[in-house]
Nanobody, 112 residues
């Protein structure tokens, strides 16, 4: 299984960050798996953002829930993160994860 994040590397404050994870080698609808977005801010540990299950149910970190939306496109075997009203504190490396596999991560910087 391979995961690949894609999306803009620079987002302006107050805008919406949008990232897509493309999965190959396995279906995101395979039962009993959850697909996750995780991030790491500079100098900090890993932070779980949210998950979407094989059935399409979503779960979000309480601290980010009001700004987060995770969706999927099963025809493309992709799942997407949207994080609204971003601030510089949302800067970091964003990873997608599933079935014990990690994407390589993508740097997102929030700056005007």
């Amino acid at each position: 299984v391979q995961l690949q994040e894609s999306g803009p590397g620079l987002v302006k404050p107050s805008q919406t960050l949008s990232l897509t994870c493309t999965v190959s080698g396995g279906s995101i609808t395979t039962s009993n798996y959850a697909w996750r977005w995780i991030r790491q801010a500079p100098g900090k540990g890993l932070e779980w953002i949210g998950s979407i299950t094989s059935s399409g149910s979503t779960y979000y970190s309480p601290s980010l829930k009001s700004r987060t939306s995770i969706s999927r496109d099963t025809s493309k075997n992709q799942f997407t993160l949207q994080l609204s009203s971003v601030t510089p504190e949302d800067t970091g490396v964003y990873y997608c994860y599933g079935r014990a596999y990690w994407g390589q991560g993508t740097q997102v910087t929030v700056s005007s």
